[in-house]
């Protein structure tokens, strides 16, 4: 059975949201709550497994801020953010603050079972647009990130990186630059510490992904 506690600030979504859930068998609503401050103390006295929280409500603790506060005091407790807000930046605020996940008002009611079930197993749940742009923005941050760390080497390195991902030994590397053995190793330490990578394999990844080899993945 997994019971429930509901935190929205209108008594006809609360009333709608609890016959929804209650035609599940293994649902059971045992609390309701119409601001965050006494979501907490409702959450804190009923224990539930999952908290289905409004993300606005303009009187009292709003579903953000009551989050944040409930999984401080309550680090296990699971909680489903309900929001009208398609929108990236409310989102990513829910989950930083401690949210299992997130889904829109406007969702089937099929989906919202799904995801307080998945929620209340303990994985995460996302919207599939909201999944989208988190994977969107994912992938942007690591593009800049590696693109920001490459630039950290210098123009030497860069040569040394791309010979080692081509399978050069050091001393086919010395060769080729006309440096020694000992100067290869010690630009292949620098760019190693400067790219926090620890293993020759790991470079060679880097540099397929960057693009080093004429291919990326």
């Not at 935190?7 to 859930?21: E, P, T």
């Not at 409310?90 to 406007?106: E, H």
């Amino acid at each position: 059975m997994i019971r429930i506690l509901l935190v929205d600030d209108h008594a006809v979504v609360r009333s709608g949201l609890k016959m929804l859930l209650q035609t599940n068998p293994e649902m059971q609503v045992v609390g309701e709550a119409s601001e965050g401050n006494e979501g907490i103390k409702k959450a804190l006295k009923l224990e539930p497994d999952v908290v289905v929280m409004d993300l606005s409500m303009p009187h009292g603790k709003d579903g953000l801020s009551a989050t944040a506060e409930l999984k401080q005091q309550m680090p296990g407790v699971n909680i489903l953010i309900l929001t009208m807000h398609d929108d990236e930046e409310y989102l990513f605020r829910a989950i930083q603050g401690g949210a299992s996940g997130c889904i829109l008002k406007s969702a089937p009611h099929d989906e919202l079972m799904s995801a307080i079930e998945s929620v209340a197993k303990g994985n995460a749940y996302l919207h599939p647009s909201a999944t989208k742009r988190l994977m969107e923005e994912y992938l942007s941050g690591v593009k800049n990130d590696g693109n920001d760390t490459y630039n950290l080497l210098s123009e030497r390195e860069k040569e040394v990186l791309t010979l080692i991902a081509k399978g050069y030994a050091n001393k086919e590397i010395a060769e080729q630059l006309v440096i020694s053995v000992k100067t290869v190793e010690t630009h292949k330490s620098n760019l190693m510490e400067k790219l926090q990578l620890k293993t020759r394999p790991e470079l060679v990844e880097y540099a397929v992904k960057k693009g080093l080899l004429g291919y990326s993945i």
